[in-house]
């Protein structure tokens, strides 16, 4: 099984026949020794492995249900923290944009962009991230079918950069609950590399009194069903305590139980694309 499209995020590809990549970190910025234990205990795992690995986290999430919800560090501190993270790792990073503003800043010292599902349709947002050339992850909206999220994909392409792959997390199922089905995942790789989020799509939004409620228990099982369905990364929310995070602690993934799954969910992808 191979895709039309292949891309390089530094020396890792992600589409065509490569081994499925992790993408992997906390919500938000926290404080720096628990970003930076963070990271080098992901990186220590994942060359164990032998899986190709991208750092991810977020300066600000301006997408919270509540006026008073942790955003994060904002942008100036975050892209430092975010800069040494990177000189310390030797790590590729990726982070989140969420206006136009942001994307030519972010892009000088992070490796990939990713829009927002919220933000996935937002015109002047995508193209100010295709135009600085890096590459490009599009979460798809939970109101998006899969087979529309191209359209989004092409308006990052209407800049001439084709560095783009489409991250799926989930579908609106009711108030405050999230389904996946596993068709899209084929569905959207038919044209793009695809990436399934196994965190936030158990993330159970604005279900907890003013924020959003998860099962991180159901986030293995369908890490599993998606990579044997096929595709090309996995996208995890990590934490070494999620219960304290300061962000999505209730769907984040515990670090000291995320080897094991790794190295079962590895099995599976080398038998499928074998």
Do not use: W
Request: aromatic content about 4%; proline content about 5%.
């Amino acid at each position: 099984m191979s895709n039309i499209k292949e891309i390089t995020i530094k020396n890792i590809k992600i589409g065509g026949n490569a081994p499925l990549a992790l993408i992997a970190g906390p919500c938000v910025l926290e404080d720096e020794s628990t970003v930076l234990s963070t990271a080098r205990a992901l990186k220590d795992i994942c060359e164990r492995l032998s899986i190709p690995f991208i750092f991810k986290a977020s300066y600000d999430k301006a997408n919270r249900t509540s006026v008073g919800s942790h955003r994060g560090p904002g942008l100036e501190k975050g892209l430092l923290l975010l800069q040494k993270i990177k000189d310390e790792t030797g790590l590729p990073v990726l982070t989140d944009i969420h206006c136009k503003s942001e994307a030519g800043p972010v892009a000088e010292v992070v490796d990939v962009l990713q829009i927002p599902a919220l933000l996935c349709r937002q015109t002047d947002l995508l193209v100010a991230a295709g135009e600085t050339g890096l590459p490009v992850n599009i979460k798809k909206g939970q109101f998006v079918a899969p087979a529309d999220i191209s359209r989004a994909a092409e308006k990052v392409a209407s800049t001439g950069n084709k560095n783009i792959f489409i991250t799926e997390r989930g579908t609106s199922f009711g108030y405050n609950n999230l389904v996946v089905d596993m068709r899209a995942l084929p569905i959207i790789r038919r044209e793009y590399p695809v990436v399934f989020d196994a965190t936030h799509s158990v993330q159970l939004p604005s279900a907890r009194d003013g924020v959003s409620g998860g099962d991180r228990t159901m986030a293995k099982y369908l890490a599993r069903a998606a990579v044997a369905a096929g595709l090309d990364g996995l996208f995890m929310e990590v934490h070494p305590d999620p219960d304290n995070a300061r962000c999505d602690g209730p769907n984040s993934l515990k670090l000291s139980e995320i080897e094991e799954l790794l190295k079962l969910l590895k099995d599976i992808d080398a038998l499928v694309k074998r």
